[in-house]
């Protein structure tokens, strides 16, 4: 066995190899480009910068002077109305991205996880609208100079919330979670600050400070006000959390999330920092929703406890999902899918009935449908990690035995958190 | 010789039970000291108590001359004790040089930001976790499992895995929780060549079994466990002919047995079928 300096490496030739449903193949084209990406060393930096230049340019080239009239080559997003579905993707690939930290990494079943997205909405919106009256103003800054702070909230609240619920776990977690939500949402409902449900009018777009015009190109993206110049913000800040997510993953930090998923009484006795973990994936988790509320804040302008119903807590879940959990290639497939799919049926069907049923009221239900789908055939997600996928691949393959074990290792695992929890709190009176 | 692991007066209380009752015994460093006792007598629930599973109710455990109670299970592991399960508890689905990994990174500092910013510590001690974990699978004769998912491995290689992955975290002093159990003969041979190996690296080695053979052939010195209560403690002969601890196996009336070293073991066979059955028993009242 070679000593290799890079883990990944080591592990990503070494593991077992699975049998799964689809085949693997499938996989590899459609996370290829990501692996690819990791490969390249340094490069990937120069590429990502190339890849954040070249998407915006692709979509809306009109934004350089010299393809003044021309439309995009890509038929989706033709005149305009696709530009705005891609920067609502782009803002879902940052929540999944993060969810997925939180779920699919660490194992803690987070149903409000859009609350942390409204917080940095929310805060955005508190720091910088000028619209309306002026009850709710807290302070009038530059847009770009709440940022920090929209992320500061979102992980404190990550903290907050993660401290009082580090004993619960599975189901009694999502209850609470399930809860957050909704006292942050009712909160904002209720409250003279937030203007209750007629929401937060007149929020500043970012102004990066650009001079008007660098070398004859007009510069007029500093101000982000057509939807292309999103996309300079949003391809950045995906690229990044891509890139900060991997690492951490990579890291000693990631294998601890893993082995606490797996199982907490025995990762606690190897050393792990149960509950300094189970709140770092947390706070990591709710940073990337504080910059999609960021930015969503700034690119609506307008936000009101309306924007963020439930149900975006549950999609995003589902994107999670179907993307696999645990991968970060797949939350960003999964995000692309939850939002791109419904528009892309709605624009394939045209406004006609597909036998009596209208396909653009029914297009959440067309994509529950396919949810059962994916999950039926492909029961990790699309892009499982490698790990799911020896996971499911093996408990296929061999019954008997290893269920039963699994079975009595449950049984015990319950017995032995029930108590361990019981003497926590003997311990904490 | 200094003393490793001092126990205290420590008392264990569920409610109206008594698990543990005043114990006190030494582990000085460099032996293999055997915790032994019928069923239900409150072995893993010291271990508990050592490993900051249990905050006891009363006394105090010191290790290395410093006070360890109360602290949280993984501050526990930084100090230098690590401990395997009587059930065993791998991560099942990473594979057994992941679960070692992971046991190896309990001595690496890299931090949130390190990872982040791939600090070259990060690198450093990735590097070292591998060949630390190679190098602890090998250790335990489990190296050519490496790349295999920790569930999927046999049982008594489960049991080399649990040790290998406790002993990456460098422990000073290593709780074996019923090493043997479930293992056939030359499982059990092999074994007992393993505990003196980590012995012999200078690993101090507290254990707990119920095979008498593997137990009294290892151990420096034996404490007796029974109701929670130490009845006997001191070399592996002397305390086998306390007719104390052949009344806890046996039974009154058993004593005519005294002279027969084995006999105990005997006893093993039946207390090693209901174990299972007295393990959950007594979490009843922690469950509800």
């Known amino acids: 066995m070679a000593q290799n300096t890079n883990l990944r490496v080591y592990l990503d030739n070494n593991y077992p190899k699975t049998s799964g449903r689809l085949p693997d193949g499938v996989v590899k084209v459609l996370q290829g480009p990501f692996a690819l990406w990791f490969k390249i060393g340094y490069g990937r930096y120069l590429f990502g910068l190339l890849i954040m230049i070249a998407i915006p340019i692709l979509i809306d080239p009109e934004i350089i002077p010299a393809f003044e009239g021309l439309d995009s080559p890509i038929p989706f997003i033709q005149g305009g109305f696709g530009i705005r579905v891609l920067v609502v993707t782009g803002i879902w690939i940052l929540l999944a991205l993060g969810l997925n930290v939180v779920v699919g990494m660490a194992g803690l079943l987070d149903l409000g996880y859009v609350a942390f997205f409204m917080l940095g909405a929310y805060t955005t919106a508190f720091m910088t609208s000028s619209g309306g009256d002026d009850q709710f103003h807290i302070v009038v800054w530059p847009n770009i100079a709440s940022l920090p702070f929209a992320v500061l909230v979102c992980v404190l609240a990550g903290v907050a919330l993660g401290i009082p619920t580090l004993r619960l776990r599975g189901d009694y977690l999502a209850i609470v979670t399930l809860g957050f939500h909704e006292i942050v949402r009712q909160t904002a409902n209720n409250l003279t600050i937030t203007n209750g449900s007629r929401g937060i009018p007149g929020i500043e777009r970012p102004d990066l400070g650009f001079p008007e015009s660098i070398g004859g190109f007009s510069t007029e993206f500093g101000v982000l006000s057509s939807h292309t110049y999103w996309l300079f913000l949003l391809i950045p800040a995906i690229i990044l959390a891509v890139i900060m997510i991997r690492h951490l993953e990579d890291s000693r930090i990631g294998r601890y999330w893993t082995a606490i998923r797996e199982d907490e009484v025995a990762a606690s006795a190897m050393g792990v920092p149960v509950v300094k973990m189970k709140v770092l994936a947390f706070a990591i988790g709710a940073s990337t929703s504080g910059v999609a509320g960021w930015i969503f804040a700034g690119y609506a302008t307008f936000i009101s406890p309306n924007n963020f119903p439930l149900l975006y807590s549950i999609l995003i879940l589902c994107a999670v999902v179907i993307g696999g959990l645990g991968s970060i290639s797949g939350a960003v497939l999964g995000a692309i899918l939850v939002t791109g799919l419904p528009e892309v049926v709605r624009e394939a069907s045209g406004g006609q009935t597909v036998f009596g049923f209208d396909p653009e009221t029914g297009r959440i239900a067309i994509f529950g449908f396919l949810l059962i789908v994916v999950m039926i055939f492909r029961p990790g997600g699309l892009l499982a990690p490698r790990r799911r996928r020896v996971e499911l691949s093996e408990a296929g393959a061999a019954e008997g035995v290893i269920v039963d074990e699994s079975a009595g290792k449950q049984k015990d695992q319950l017995a032995g958190s029930a108590t361990l929890t019981e003497t926590r709190q003997k311990g904490d009176t | ?288």
Do not use: W
């Open chain 2, 1 to 288: 010789m200094a003393s490793l692991l001092k126990i205290n007066n420590v008392t264990m209380q569920f409610g109206g039970l008594r698990a543990l009752g005043d114990i006190n015994f030494e582990i000085v460093e460099g032996e293999i000291f055997g915790l032994i006792g019928p069923n239900g007598a409150g072995k893993t629930t010291l271990f508990n108590c050592v490993t900051g599973v249990y905050a006891p109710t009363e006394g105090a455990v010191e290790f290395d001359g410093a006070p360890i109670t109360g602290k949280r299970p993984d501050q526990i592991v930084e100090i230098g004790i690590c401990r395997t399960f009587q059930q065993i508890r791998l991560f099942p689905n990473m594979t057994a040089l992941e679960n070692v990994i992971v046991g190896a990174d309990a001595r690496h500092k890299t931090s949130v930001f390190g990872a982040l910013l791939r600090s070259p510590r990060r690198k450093r001690e990735e590097a070292h976790a591998e060949e630390e974990a190679l190098r602890l699978l090998d250790f335990c004769g489990v190296k050519r499992f490496a790349n295999d998912l920790g569930r999927n491995l046999s049982y008594g290689d489960q049991r080399r895995l649990e040790i290998a992955r406790a002993l990456a975290t460098t422990p000073k002093l290593v709780l074996l929780d019923e090493p043997a159990a479930g293992m056939n003969p030359a499982e059990k041979n092999g074994l007992r060549d393993l505990v003196r190996k980590i012995r012999d690296d200078g690993t101090t080695v507290l254990l707990i079994e119920h095979d008498m053979k593997v137990v009294m052939g290892l151990s420096d010195r034996v404490a007796v466990l029974d109701h929670g209560e130490v009845i006997a403690a001191g070399l592996p002969e002397e305390v086998q002919s306390n007719p104390k601890v052949i009344e806890a196996y046996l039974g009154t009336g058993a004593s005519g047995a005294a002279g027969e070293t084995d006999e105990p073991g005997v006893a093993d066979e039946d207390t090693a079928s209901s174990q299972q059955q007295s393990a959950t028993a007594r979490q009843p009242e922690g469950k509800s």
